[in-house]
């Protein structure tokens, strides 16, 4: 490639990615997922549009893989822990067993209703049983859904890839399947091996970000990016799954608290776009629609007897027995939207040289495709229709960590978000411990210093600063001041987030006395206090 080349190269790839940034918008409007309109893209350049030449499988499944990395650990990154605890148990089985309810209805239905083998029927369930996270959520955050079930679709997303991928490579070798219970067992100890390579990564790398001062804000989103490839490489190359390495090193990092954690999980974010963008645009690349007018009956086919039968049975079978109200149980049946991954994972038998594998890499094309245009615009209705996420969702607090080595401090951000508890409560009402101070609000674009009866207020901007001994300490009081309110630590249904009983440790008192936490100090009102220590 000469200087001219690259030149042009870089022209196109920057006049595509601002294409592709504005259609982001549309497709906000519109309800439908930003894959449908990154395919369109690649489809217009490739031989039937504008006329480029593309037909490497290989390198679109590399470029694939890379993609879905980056992809999985920005979601992870932006997953709330407490959010999805609750429901992991759930997700895991759903995301297991339901997978294998749903590949063997679908291979079913392929087998008997279009005609196919029944190894390849069972590659193309195995292929179309993974939900997508980028498609589910591009549409979803239109939808304020309980966060229960938010989780539970989330956590299902970033689960159900490690299973299909192992079930996609055993069905697309040549040669005999193996025995059920050699692949059952396969997939557990690739799963239990991913997900403890995922778990000492994100362990071990968040103690090392935490108490690592770089000498600038730009390498933590490096630092943290590299750590998630590091545990999808591991995994991979001790044979497991290394997508569930990547998620679940992602989910611990992402509820770290790092320093800079909004400017990591910012760049990650942009890293991820930039993904979605590329690998849907090669995929498209990939795409003759000329040849596929023989694809568009078996697509339609399966995909009606995956949406309709498969998933639905999956769910049903496998949320029930934890007791999931059967409208939400609906809106996951109809929320299993399919996207990059299953195109991605339609690429591994046209690199192994599966019987029929272009055939069924078109027949996935055409389900993906007109099964997202259908259930992505309908899910806000239907949600709607099954009266789920009608009210306001409160967010948590963000709060952004950054070090200061040479004052053996750390420097925190608080944002309060709409809904949160603080709002109302005085600055010398947080009641933080010593070694840690409100330094600064800003306010509606204005900053000021406060006082101790400064009353906080939605939106604020706090600077908060503190000690190395203390911040952590500083950090927890003010997540539980936002979820319990200003008499946080004195009631004991206000428990933080640190999971300490209030009854074994004691905190400051108004007046200045020490009390035993859970029991406020008797007749004592806070603005008296104020008067008798001020």
Request: proline content about 6%.
């Amino acid at each position: 490639m000469t200087v001219d080349h690259l030149n042009t190269l870089l022209l196109e790839s920057a006049v595509i990615l601002l294409f592709a940034v504005v259609a982001v918008r549309i497709s906000t409007r519109s309800g439908l997922p930003s894959l449908l309109i990154y395919l369109g893209i690649g489809v217009a350049l490739g031989q039937n549009g504008i006329g480029i030449s593309f037909n490497n499988a290989e390198l679109t499944q590399v470029l694939g893989y890379a993609a879905l990395v980056v992809i999985l650990a920005e979601g992870g990154l932006k997953t709330s822990w407490r959010s999805i605890r609750p429901v992991v148990p759930a997700a895991a089985v759903l995301a297991t067993l339901g997978v294998a309810v749903s590949v063997f209805v679908t291979a079913a239905g392929a087998h008997w209703l279009v005609g196919l083998e029944w190894r390849t029927a069972l590659l193309l369930g195995a292929i179309v049983s993974s939900t997508d996270a980028a498609a589910v959520f591009s549409v979803l955050r239109m939808v304020p859904l309980p966060k229960r079930l938010t989780g539970l679709l989330e956590a299902e997303s970033g689960f159900n890839d490690a299973p299909v991928v192992i079930l996609v490579v055993a069905f697309a070798a040549t040669g005999e399947l193996d025995p059920w219970y050699v692949l059952v067992g396969t997939i557990v100890v690739e799963l239990v091996v991913g997900g403890a390579v995922g778990y000492a990564v994100g362990k071990l790398g968040a103690y090392a970000v935490r108490r690592i001062a770089l000498p600038s804000s730009g390498l933590y989103p490096i630092a943290v990016l590299a750590l998630i490839v590091l545990a999808y490489a591991g995994g991979s190359l001790l044979h497991a799954s290394g997508f569930l390495a990547t998620y679940v090193a992602s989910v611990i990092l992402g509820n770290s608290k790092l320093p800079h954690g909004p400017a990591v999980r910012g760049f990650a974010d942009g890293l991820a776009w930039i993904g979605q963008i590329g690998m849907f645009v090669v995929l498209g690349l990939l795409v003759t629609p000329t040849s596929m007018g023989a694809a568009v009956v078996p697509g339609l086919v399966a995909g009606a007897v995956l949406v309709f039968v498969a998933r639905p049975l999956s769910v049903l079978l496998t949320m029930t027995p934890f007791r999931i109200p059967w409208q939400e149980q609906a809106l996951l049946s109809w929320a299993g939207l399919r996207g990059a991954v299953p195109i991605v994972l339609a690429t591994i038998p046209l690199v192994s040289g599966a019987t029929d594998a272009q055939q069924l890499f078109n027949v996935v094309f055409i389900l993906v495709v007109v099964f997202t245009l259908l259930q992505g615009p309908t899910l806000p209705l239907v949600a709607r229709w099954l009266r789920i996420g009608e009210g306001d969702i409160g967010q948590d607090l963000g709060i952004e960590s950054a070090p200061l080595e040479k004052l053996h401090g750390h420097l925190l951000s608080v944002h309060l978000a709409p809904g949160s508890r603080m709002s109302g409560v005085e600055v010398s009402e947080l009641r933080m411990p010593e070694g840690a101070a409100v330094t600064l609000v800003v306010r509606e674009g204005s900053s000021f210093v406060p006082d101790r009866t400064t009353v906080l207020r939605e939106g604020d901007e706090l600077l908060v600063v503190t000690t190395d001994e203390v911040s952590e300490a500083a950090e927890r009081r003010l997540r539980a001041v936002d979820r319990g309110g200003k008499l946080a630590g004195w009631l004991e249904h206000a428990e933080g987030p640190s999971g300490v009983s209030r009854t074994s440790r004691r905190t400051p008192s108004p007046g200045g006395k020490p009390s035993v936490a859970g029991k406020p100090p008797l007749a004592v009102k806070p603005s008296i206090a104020r008067k008798k220590t001020g």
